[in-house]
């Protein structure tokens, strides 16, 4: 279901026009950064060729020829017949905390950049996902996406938090805004995913990101802003404890 209205919508923060001259490279990017962020996850079909290309801005052969290196990669699989396509065979790997602390090492000063531009980012996309009124579609959407993420099992947790939050970045119909908050948590992604998923802040995130559906269907901008700000924080301090 498309949050603007149009049915056959995925991926709209992150299927954008390819703007560069290595249209090869950036194909291959969105996909792994769609499939990465749980746009797509395992097992899910990704649009046919002819649309996908279409969004992106490329050539049907230059379109083939990243899903071909992303299948040698064992991240999609194509599959051919009546209900073939190219599926999702990607996974998570497990939490690391050793890994975490290399990643963080990689960023240096950057971390706390981009925990900021996050934080800007993304509480403004939840003040004006409030402000806007939202079609009966839309206001399914969302409560969709936040039962997924409520019944989600551990290790398809993190994928499901980003398809949530992308889902509330789509919702303020600015493709500019959708497609930042789709590229600052691209930057955090595989520190979160290092993360071990813990019980206690799985329930107090979904306390949370219930509060911003809530405020944000009810058109509540302040409410929105400060569950989504509540939401940020928390994870930030969650992510700099096991640093710390």
Same mark, same amino acid.
């Given at each position: 279901?498309?949050?603007?209205?149009?049915?056959?919508? &995925?991926?709209?923060?992150?299927?954008?026009?390819?703007?560069?001259?290595?249209a090869?490279?950036e194909t291959v990017?969105?996909?792994?950064e769609?499939?990465?962020l749980?746009?797509?996850?395992?097992g899910d079909?990704?649009?046919?060729?002819?649309?996908?290309?279409a969004r992106?801005?490329?050539?049907?052969e230059?379109?083939?020829e990243?899903? !071909?290196?992303?299948?040698?990669?064992?991240?999609v699989?194509?599959?051919?017949g009546?209900?073939?396509?190219?599926?999702v065979?990607?996974?998570?790997?497990?939490?690391?905390?050793?890994?975490l602390?290399?990643?963080? !090492?990689?960023?240096g000063a950057?971390l706390?950049?981009?925990?900021?531009?996050?934080?800007?980012?993304?509480?403004?996309a939840?003040?004006?996902?409030?402000?806007r009124?939202?079609?009966?579609? !839309?206001?399914?959407h969302?409560?969709?996406?936040?039962?997924?993420?409520?019944?989600?099992a551990?290790?398809?947790?993190? &994928?499901?938090?980003?398809?949530f939050?992308?889902?509330?970045?789509e919702?303020?119909?600015?493709?500019?805004?959708a497609?930042g908050?789709a590229?600052?948590?691209?930057?955090?992604?595989?520190?979160?995913?290092?993360?071990?998923?813990?019980?206690r802040?799985i329930?107090?995130a979904? !306390?949370?990101?219930?509060?911003m559906v809530?405020?944000?269907?009810?058109?509540?901008?302040?409410?929105?802003?400060?569950?989504?700000?509540?939401?940020?924080e928390?994870?930030?301090?969650?992510?700099?404890?096991f640093?710390?």
């Open positions: 279901m498309d949050p603007t209205g149009s049915v056959d919508w &995925q991926g709209g923060a992150i299927f954008r026009p390819v703007r560069t001259g290595n090869f490279e990017e969105r996909i792994l769609a499939v990465k749980g746009v797509f996850g395992y079909r990704l649009p046919p060729e002819r649309a996908l290309a992106l801005g490329v050539s049907r230059t379109l083939r990243a899903l !071909q290196s992303l299948q040698v990669a064992g991240c699989e194509s599959r051919r009546r209900y073939g396509g190219t599926f065979t990607y996974r998570l790997p497990p939490p690391d905390l050793g890994e602390r290399r990643a963080v !090492q990689d960023m950057e706390e950049d981009a925990l900021t531009y996050r934080l800007v980012l993304e509480t403004g939840a003040e004006q996902a409030a402000r009124e939202l079609t009966e579609e !839309q206001r399914v969302l409560a969709q996406r936040l039962a997924e993420l409520e019944g989600a551990t290790e398809e947790y993190r &994928q499901l938090d980003s398809r939050h992308l889902a509330i970045a919702l303020t119909g600015s493709h500019s805004l497609a908050i590229e600052s948590r691209m930057r955090l992604n595989d520190l979160l995913n290092a993360i071990p998923v813990l019980e802040n329930e107090h979904s !306390q949370q990101h219930r509060a809530e405020a944000i269907l009810a058109g509540d901008v302040a409410a929105a802003r400060r569950a989504t700000e509540e939401h940020l928390g994870t930030a301090a969650l992510l700099r404890g640093l710390g």
